[in-house]
């Protein structure tokens, strides 16, 4: 089994390094980590280290030996899903899965058909939940890079998905009208390196006036196979399948 992954602000240099806070209250009362056992600290912006537990001190701090330091470099192909907001939990769910696939980051987006809308404070609240899910998903699946949120705490307007589309080397948007034009997005040409930019409508559909932008901004309309998925399942999918398909799952 692989080490357990523990978040601190700053991976330390080799040596010894105590673990405190809520990770070390973690580590020691819920992981119930013992001396020799071996752990990961990271930022969660690729810096990691490899350390053994020394010693559990009480029941909130792990005395640990720090004894190397690496950097995961970035990926070549870097994938970003614009998340419509789905009803209740179904955004945890959706950052939750996306961030176990190895999402690089995913942008909030109040489409005009989002029954959830994100507004003043409800809006840090929900932001906040999202960043703390793909926090905890990324410590649960081994990950030491963690998706960003590049915007926030709003939800992103259609004007400003827009733009992340038009700078994108490959930009796509996921739907499944029959009276729609789509291609596959199983067989799309994807770039060697560079931003792959995918959007994930609402439970109602992405409206035509979106379209018509995300178009303009040069994404266009894909779908992944013959059934339809929830919103809350489709970017997972699509991570899946482009993490295949770009080599970074070689």
């Known amino acids: 089994m692989t080490a357990p992954v523990f978040v601190v602000d700053r991976v330390p240099a080799a040596g010894p390094f105590l673990l405190d806070g809520p990770e070390g209250r973690h580590a020691v009362s819920v992981k119930r980590l013992r001396a020799g056992e071996e752990v990961v600290l990271t930022d969660g912006a690729g810096q ?94 081994r990950r030491v890079r963690f998706p960003e949120f590049p915007t926030g705490p709003d939800a992103a307007s259609t004007k400003e998905v827009a733009a992340l589309l038009a700078n994108a080397d490959f930009a796509a948007v996921l739907h499944e009208d029959r009276d729609y034009p789509s291609a596959a997005l199983a067989t799309a040409e994807l770039p060697a390196k560079g931003e792959i930019v995918l959007v994930v409508g609402p439970e109602g559909g992405v409206s035509p006036e979106e379209l018509a932008a995300f178009a303009e901004a040069g994404a266009a309309a894909h779908r992944l196979g013959r059934s339809v998925l929830r919103t809350s399942t489709a970017g997972t999918a699509a991570v899946a399948l482009l993490l295949g398909r770009t080599g970074r799952w070689a």
């Open 48 to 141: 990691w280290a490899e350390a053994a537990v020394a010693a559990a001190e009480g029941k909130d701090r792990l005395s640990l030996d720090v004894r190397a330091v690496h950097e995961e470099p970035a990926p070549e192909v870097r994938i970003t899903v614009v998340q419509a907001l789905p009803k209740g939990d179904r955004g945890e769910l959706a950052v939750e899965t996306m961030t176990e696939t190895g999402v690089d980051a995913i942008v909030p987006w109040a489409a005009s058909r989002c029954v959830t809308q994100w507004r003043g404070e409800r809006a840090a609240k929900s932001f906040a939940k999202w960043r703390g899910t793909a926090r905890e998903a990324g410590k649960q699946s």
